[in-house]
Nanobody
Framework: QEQLVESGGGLVQAGGSLRLSCAASGRAFSSYGRGWFRQAPGKERLFVAGITWNGNTTYYSDSVKGRFTISRDNAKNTVYLQMNDLKPDDTAVYYC??????????????????WGQGTQVTVSS
């Protein structure tokens, strides 16, 4: 059974850092494109960052560009999201996702086939 499991969320002060992890199992996710999305209370789920299967291409939403870094370790079937200089507006549940196209730079929810259960990130001012 394919599964994506996020970890690393928590409470942090503004200006602080967190690193999220997303471990995959049950499928050859090492050959999949991967992404991170987030959903704040009462708002829609939005794209944050994406990475191609080999890690050679990464892409970000404007709101996190320069502060967040997505990376992956295919030997561990894990994707990471390093979040620096966190702001209260970054508070949300963060979800990792996967799609089967190796080189696609997808930013829409409908383009991702597999999702984790989410991890809460709270940034206090």
């Amino acid at each position: 059974q394919e599964q994506l499991v996020e970890s690393g969320g928590g409470l942090v002060q503004a200006g602080g850092s967190l690193r999220l992890s997303c471990a995959a199992s049950g499928r050859a996710f090492s050959s999949y494109g991967r992404g991170w999305f987030r959903q704040a209370p009462g708002k829609e789920r939005l794209f944050v960052a994406g990475i191609t299967w080999n890690g050679n291409t990464t892409y970000y939403s404007d709101s996190v560009k320069g502060r967040f870094t997505i990376s992956r370790d295919n030997a561990k079937n894990t994707v990471y999201l390093q979040m620096n200089d966190l702001k209260p507006d970054d508070t949300a549940v963060y979800y990792c996702a996967a799609h089967p196209l190796r080189y696609a730079d997808y930013v829409s929810l409908s383009e991702y086939d597999y999702w984790g259960q989410g991890t809460q990130v709270t940034v206090s001012s």
